[in-house]
């Protein structure tokens, strides 16, 4: 589809797919909503684009990738790859930090700037719809399921930890915060995954990810409590 206010994003997808496995693509557009609707009918689909390889209709570009060979996720597959990439920016983002302040990467306190940038940006991706993340952590938290306000409660109390263990004060605050949604949140995730078996959504990344409950909540929680500890003895 190339309209003068639409131009469809799978198609040029699939343009790119097709062109980069050496094809020449005899490229068709559909410029207004009556030839969309006209080529959907003869042809029997409920999309566009439609790729055909040697005058065989393939699909769609998930259609197309899937014929390569490719890799597409199905609605709700597990995925690491939110988790993976949160946590592989926020080590190099102290890393940085530290090389930019001490002129080397490999200090103490990267690793401290670790832990407290990603509860930052862990809080930020709650913060983005803080209704789903409530209703995905309402399912497995104890404190959220007795005191219902403090599931909206957690991504702000989260993210003001995260903020104030980069500063390094206020810990009369930050450490008392970190040690309780943590600790709350350790122990929440231990009864329902490996107490109770139950196989849940983790709200850690948001309240629309599919990481599965487990681990890794439950390393973000001892995380919290790592740096609240460290800090209260440092």
């Not at 849940?200 to 487990?214: E, H, M, Q, R, Y």
């Amino acid at each position: 589809m190339v309209m003068p206010t639409h131009v469809c994003p799978y198609g040029l997808k699939a343009l790119h797919l097709l062109r980069s496995k050496g094809y020449a693509v005899e490229d068709h557009w559909l410029r207004t909503r009556e030839e969309t609707d006209a080529f959907k009918a003869e042809h029997g689909v409920k999309t566009t684009p439609q790729a055909f390889v040697g005058g065989e209709r393939i699909g769609g570009y998930d259609d197309l990738r899937r014929h390569f060979g490719q890799h597409v996720p199905e609605l709700g597959e597990t995925s690491y790859r939110p988790v993976i990439a949160l946590f592989a920016m926020t080590a190099l983002m102290a890393l940085a930090a530290s090389a930019a302040v001490f002129g080397t990467p490999f200090t103490i306190r990267a690793g401290e700037w670790f832990i407290a940038f990603s509860m930052c940006v862990l809080g930020l991706l709650k913060l983005q719809d803080v209704g789903k993340f409530s209703t995905m952590f309402l399912n497995y938290d104890l404190l959220a399921r007795r005191w219902v306000p403090y599931a909206s409660l957690y991504p702000f109390l989260e993210g003001l930890a995260g903020v104030l263990m980069i500063w390094g004060g206020a810990r009369w605050l930050s450490v008392p915060i970190a040690l309780v949604i943590g600790g709350i949140g350790a122990v929440s995730v231990v009864k329902a995954v490996y107490v109770d078996r139950r196989e849940l959504k983790c709200a850690c990344v948001g309240g629309s990810s599919n990481v599965p409950l487990g681990f890794v909540s439950l390393t973000e929680n001892l995380m919290m409590v790592a740096m609240a500890a460290w800090m209260a003895l440092a």
